[in-house]
T-cell receptor
Framework: NAGVTQTPKFQVLKTGQSMTLQCAQD?????MYWYRQDPGMGLRLIYY???????DKGEVPNGYNVSRLNKREFSLRLESAAPSQTSVYFC?????????????FGDGTRLSIL | QKEVEQNSGPLSVPEGAIASLNCTYS??????FFWYRQYSGKSPELIMS????GDKEDGRFTAQLNKASQYVSLLIRDSQPSDSATYLC????????????FGSGTKLNVKP
């Protein structure tokens, strides 16, 4: 059982380049999330999708776009990468966005922008 | 003011001791509370969740919630070197269960 799969695991970009981070879950979960984790900052929510067909901004959405392609897949796009977006990105999913629903995390994408 | 505050540590305890990790939160409408463990270079994994005031026990772990004082804690009994990790506190809000706020984490070192 793969759980939450993120690709790629590592990526180096130049300032101004674009790229899409991919996330897929095989647990039939309704809700999916994108976080970034910076040293000393904990996890910060970028965007989330409460259900297929919906997306909403989180705490730090500027510079990112997302697409909920279907129930399984939720992608994060950087249109014009900036050094401030160097971070570890985690995708997560939960069965539904209820108060007692834990999140299951992927292994992360380590992104460096030069 | 950050939504969720944790002491960054490191917190060092000897093997077999009780480790006590604390978390405070600022929003009184916080609904649910979660403790995640994160090993270096790995993704967070859920340890416990708690929604009501009081204690909740699961094996060696006990979560404690006090909504009046706006804090949640995690006790790890009989600490093992394998418990050495960063522990993240997370809360979500009554008005939007999808918005989770994480603390910056407390690094725990359990010394053999």
């Amino acid at each position: 059982n793969a759980g939450v799969t993120q690709t790629p695991k590592f990526q180096v970009l130049k300032t101004g380049q674009s790229m899409t981070l991919q996330c897929a879950q095989d647990m039939n979960h309704n809700s999916m999330y994108w976080y970034r984790q910076d040293p000393g900052m904990g996890l910060r929510l970028i965007y989330y999708s409460a259900s297929e067909g919906t997306t909403d901004k989180g705490e730090v959405p500027n510079g990112y776009n997302v697409s909920r392609l279907n129930k399984r897949e939720f992608s994060l796009r950087l249109e014009s990468a900036a050094p401030s977006q160097t971070s570890v990105y985690f995708c997560a999913s939960s069965e539904w966005g209820g108060s007692n629903q834990p999140q299951h995390f992927g292994d992360g994408t380590r992104l460096s922008i030069l | 003011q950050k939504e969720v505050e944790q002491n960054s540590g490191p917190l060092s305890v000897p093997e077999g001791a009780i480790a006590s990790l604390n978390c405070t939160y600022s929003d009184r409408v916080s609904q649910s509370f979660f403790w995640y463990r994160q090993y270096s270079g790995k993704s967070p994994e859920l340890i416990m969740s708690i929604y009501s005031n009081g204690d909740k026990e699961d094996g060696r772990f006990t979560a404690q919630l006090n909504k009046a004082s706006q804090y949640v804690s995690l006790l790890i009994r009989d600490s093992q070197p394998s418990d050495s990790a960063t522990y993240l506190c997370a809360v979500n809000m009554e008005y939007n269960f999808n918005k989770f706020y994480f603390g910056s984490g407390t690094k725990l070192n359990v010394k053999p």
